[in-house]
Structures are given as structure tokens and as C-alpha cells.
């Protein structure tokens, strides 16, 4: 992996060392060819470059050497030069049938022997590999796309010479959109930035348009799904504490940080409740920070041969490092990290390393959002501090949280207004839902609302609330183990600080130690002495369900 000025030094000292062989491996041919013509400058060096369209030219000079284009031509001449001339050099691009032995092959090989005993030089510039009893005579330069650094030097010059009206980037704009085209080639940046200066300009502090046109470049990529955001339909309710902690987050995604060295942002892990919001918060914060977002789904990376899974792993993060800036959604990370390494062909321990490798070194700016359910499934090196930046465990939604949610599917769904109190009782009556159980009765109202034509009455809505059997009812031990995992274990997503201990008497009793005023008192609760929706009833102690302070709830089935 080498950079311009890299690749540059190590070619002038491959060229001074006389390396008989070169091949230089690039998509980029013309960055590659003003490569060689800066080291044949300085080092003073007469250099011959055979292309498929303009045949044998002096590379200097872009004086034809021959009439004949083919690559069996300019072959027959190097030859013929090499008897009877020292220290030539000559350049071949992108040969074909040059990565197996083939009769093109074996012709190069000849002539590199050749070159060997005059103190000549073969280079080749391909995006493929080289037959390895050819590349076994020389060595290899990989040039990569534009680094961060060359990206700007490259986009200022660009800029400043279409500097017009609508072009209103400034120097901090510059090195943004260098982060954020980091990956593309020369020829690409450049053409994305000519169509947005021909569109509607380059306007300051605005880089969706970039981020989209990069995302275009790159959309037959495989490994990994792109996911379309309409607008609006990733909206969060509740969750305070992670939108919170994601907002501080987001100005380290495309910072210029080498100065620090300190590497961008990896990404954030959610555990808790199914239906609370995880995979929605993965849209959200990519419709919100205006990135791409792309979804890689883990249990799709298992194949039946050996190998298979790590290589779609490996080709998903790759993927994933190209198309960065981006948000990388990885839902239900456990299905193919779990396991511990336990199966017999050692598929999951690889993987496992793979990842986490790659989360550790890679320098992409690919922010990870991965969800996880069965917390009890993931492996503890996941866990391990330094791994993500952060670990939230989101829980059931307080009742502020069910107030904000029920108003946004509300707003949504039906067509008239909602009066306040209706939102209170109907807060009462959702104890105990996800988000996704809200949602389901939400869009319950909806259709009974297009069924009837007209808008629902208040006794219609409440009874909609009341028939939903939410999932922490139907699995209610599950849904405290997941519970109480998160609370000892992660930060609230809520933003709210909270301290569980369950249970004494066998399971029979729950008991919630609660800061006063945080807003999760009464989370569990409904009216004094009335059972609540997970089918308890409160002790009445006095306390108030709003209070804070100690609560004491007893199963009352």
C-alpha cells in the first residue's frame, strides 16, 4: 500500500538499483505513467511506453518509435534495443493473459532475462496479478488511490481554477471533502467535482452531494447492502442519551485527526430489547450526518465451504473501507460471532479475529452501528474496551420516551389531530411496550381510520392500546436476563442513569432502586393498587410512582 510520494521513492530507488522487472500495481494508469515520467526526469533516464491505443512512444518526447501498435511488436524492438544499447527502460500497460503462463508471459520473461544483462529495466503497469515465475525476477509497487494529504493538494488546485459564484468552498470545505473522497481515483474526484461545479455548484458546508456521488462510484461493489432512506422515515423517539452522545461524534468522522494521530470514530454497539429502536437508530444517524448507509447482515456471510465465510467477510470490509465516508449497519452481529469458537471447523473463531481485526486497524471512516439481541451470545473480546467506542443498552422506553414515540407514529399515521390528553392515557396504557409494539398499534389505528373513512374517536384508540400484547408480556423473563445484562453491563440509551436488582422469593418479587427525578419512576408502573401490563401490582408503599427513590413491585398473577 503506498502513496504518490511512497511509490515515487521506492520506483527512483528500484530505477537506480537497475531491478530488471517492475510491475506496478494501479488502476489509476495515467497517475501511474506521470509517476514514471517525474522519475525518468530527475534520474535523467530514456524511457519507451507502449500502450494499446498509441503504440511504442518515446515517454518523454511522445515521439512514435514504430508503425506497429501490438504488444508482440514493441516486444520484438525492446529486444533489438536491449542487444545492442544499455540502461533502456521500457513500459508496458496493462498487458493481457500476463498473470498465468501463457505465450505472453514466457515473452516477457525472455526479455527481462535480457534486460538483466544490460542493465536495462521491464516495467509493467497492470490492476492484475503477475504469472509469479515472471514476478520472482523483479519486484512489485502497489499505487494506491489519492491519500487524504494529495487529495486536497489536488482538489485546491481543481477548485481554485473553477473558482466561480457558485463555488463557495473554502479551505476548511477543501479538506473535508478530501476525507470524504479518500478511496476514488484522480480521474474520479476530479470528474465528481467538475459535475457539482456544473450543477448547483459547490455550496459551503454542504457535502451530501459528494458523499452520494462517491456512493454511485462504488454502487456495483459486493459484499455489502445499500439501504435507501426516504425522508423522515428514520425519526428516533426517545434514546436522549445516545442521540446525544452520536452528536458529539459526528464532527471526528471527517476531521483531519493526523496531527493528533488519533484515528477516525469505529462506531457504536446496541444491546437490549428487540423493537427498542436499534436498527432505527442505525438509520437515523446515517439520514441525520447526511452519509450512505449500507447494511451488511452477518448471517448472509456464512457459506458452506471452507473459506467461503471469511472471504465474503473479507470482502464486505473492503467494501465498506472503499465507499467510506459511510454508516455500516451490522444487525444481529451474535448470528455469525457467536459460539465462541466452539464449532468443529473453526469458522466462527476466524471471523471473530477478521472483524475485530479489521475494527482495530482499519483507518477507514467507516462508522459501525451493530446491533446485537442475544447479548448473552456475543464473544467477550467483542466486549473489550477499545473495540467500539461505545456500548449503549437500550431498554423498554419511559414513559417520556412512549410519549414522544406514540406522538411521532400519531403525527404519522392518522390524518387528525390527537388532543393531549389522549397522549397521557394512552402513555398508561402502553406500560410495559417497545417501540415496535407502539408502532403496531399505531398503524392499527391507521387502517381502522381508512376502513372507516372518518377520523377515530378517542374510545377507538384506547381500545387499540389495550388489545396490543406487547412482547415484554409474552416473554417476560427473557426480556428482564436482557434487562439486566444491559443495566450492569452498558451505558443507558436513554440517558438516564438507573440500578436494578432483581428478584428474591424465587423470581416472585423485583425490586428498583431509582435516582429520584431521573424519569424512569414509574416506568413499570400504572395507577396505585392497579395492575400494570407486565402483570404486577404495585405494593403501596406512598412513595408515588413518580418520586424516585425505592419501589417495591410483587407478581400479582
Known amino acids: 500500500m503506498s502513496s504518490y510520494g511512497e511509490a515515487k521513492g521506492i520506483l527512483t530507488s528500484y530505477v537506480k538499483a537497475r531491478i530488471p522487472f517492475v510491475s506496478l500495481r494501479t488502476v489509476e494508469v495515467a497517475r501511474c505513467v506521470d509517476l514514471l515520467r517525474e522519475v525518468a526526469g530527475a534520474q535523467q533516464l530514456s524511457m519507451y511506453l507502449h500502450t494499446q491505443s498509441s503504440g511504442l512512444r518515446d515517454l518523454s518526447t511522445g515521439r512514435s518509435i514504430t508503425e506497429d501498435k501490438s504488444v508482440f511488436g514493441a516486444l520484438e524492438l525492446a529486444s533489438e534495443q536491449f542487444a545492442g544499447r544499455q540502461n533502456l527502460t521500457f513500459i508496458f500497460t496493462d498487458p493481457a493473459n500476463l498473470d498465468a503462463d501463457t505465450d505472453i508471459s514466457r515473452q516477457f520473461l525472455d526479455l527481462v532475462r535480457l534486460a538483466s544483462t544490460r542493465g536495462g529495466a521491464v516495467f509493467v503497469v497492470t490492476s492484475d496479478s503477475v504469472w509469479p515465475k515472471l514476478q520472482r525476477n523483479g519486484m512489485s509497487i502497489n499505487l494506491d488511490p489519492p491519500d487524504e494529504p494529495e487529495m486536497y493538494a489536488m482538489l485546491t488546485s481543481l477548485i481554485e481554477g473553477n473558482r466561480g459564484p457558485s463555488v463557495q468552498w473554502r479551505d476548511a470545505d477543501i479538506r473535508t471533502a478530501a476525507s470524504i473522497l479518500v478511496g476514488v481515483t484522480q480521474l474520479e474526484a476530479e470528474n465528481i467535482i467538475l459535475h457539482m461545479i456544473a450543477g448547483d455548484g459547490l455550496p459551503a458546508g454542504q457535502f451530501g452531494e459528494l458523499s452520494r456521488a462517491k456512493d454511485r462510484v462504488f454502487a ?56 427498542c429502536g436499534k436498527s432505527l437508530s442505525a438509520k437515523a444517524v446515517a439520514q441525520q450526518w447526511d452519509l450512505p448507509l449500507y447494511r451488511l447482515d452477518m448471517a448472509s456471510i456464512l457459506g ?16 465498506a473501507d472503499h465507499v467510506a465516508p459511510c454508516v455500516l449497519w451490522i444487525d444481529e452481529i451474535e448470528k455469525a460471532l457467536s459460539g465462541g469458537g466452539t464449532d468443529s471447523t473453526g469458522v466462527t473463531t476466524r471471523l471473530i479475529g477478521q472483524f475485530l481485526f479489521w475494527l482495530q486497524e482499519s483507518l477507514g471512516r467507516v462508522y459501525v452501528v451493530a446491533t446485537a439481541n442475544d447479548v448473552r451470545s456475543l464473544p467477550p473480546e467483542l466486549l473489550r474496551t477499545g473495540r467500539f467506542d461505545a456500548l449503549f443498552f437500550v431498554d ?17 399515521y392518522l390524518k387528525t389531530p390527537i388532543r393531549p390528553g389522549l397522549i ?10 417497545a417501540g415496535s409494539d407502539i408502532d403496531a398499534a399505531c398503524t392499527q389505528a391507521a387502517r381502522a381510520e381508512v376502513r372507516g373513512g372518518t377520523a377515530l374517536d378517542d374510545d377507538t384508540i384506547r381500545g387499540l392500546f389495550a388489545e396490543m400484547v406487547p412482547l415484554s408480556q409474552t ?63 404495585r405494593l403501596p408503599n406512598g412513595s408515588g410512582a413518580s418520586q424516585g427513590g425505592h419501589h417495591e413491585w410483587i407478581d400479582g398473577r
Do not use: H
Not at 234 to 257: C, I, K, M, S
Not at 304 to 319: F, H
Open 220 to 275: 456495483d461493489l459486493a459484499g455489502i447492502e445499500r439501504v435507501d432512506l426516504r425522508p423522515g422515515s428514520a425519526t428516533v423517539g426517545g434514546l436522549a442519551g445516545l442521540r446525544q452522545w452520536l452528536e458529539q461524534e459526528r464532527p471526528f468522522l471527517t476531521a483531519d485527526l493526523s496531527a493528533r494521530q488519533l484515528r477516525p470514530p469505529r462506531g457504536v454497539l446496541l444491546v437490549g430489547v428487540p423493537g
Open 304 to 319: 458452506k465451504y471452507v473459506g467461503e465465510s471469511e472471504g465474503r467477510l473479507r470482502e464486505a470490509l473492503t467494501t
Open 396 to 412: 423498554l422506553p419511559t414513559p417520556p420516551e412512549r410519549e414522544e414515540i406514540i406522538s411521532i407514529y400519531l403525527d404519522r
Open 424 to 433: 397521557g392515557e394512552l402513555v398508561k396504557l402502553s406500560e410495559g411496550f
Open 475 to 537: 416473554n417476560p423473563e427473557r426480556i428482564e436476563e436482557i434487562r439486566q445484562w444491559g443495566r450492569e453491563r452498558a451505558k443507558p440509551a436513554s440517558g438516564m442513569p438507573y440500578n436494578a436488582t432483581p428478584t428474591v422469593a424465587g423470581g416472585r418479587r423485583t425490586v428498583l432502586t431509582e435516582p429520584a427525578g431521573s424519569g424512569f419512576g414509574g416506568g413499570f408502573g400504572a395507577l396505585p393498587d392497579q395492575p400494570d401490563r407486565l402483570g404486577q401490582q
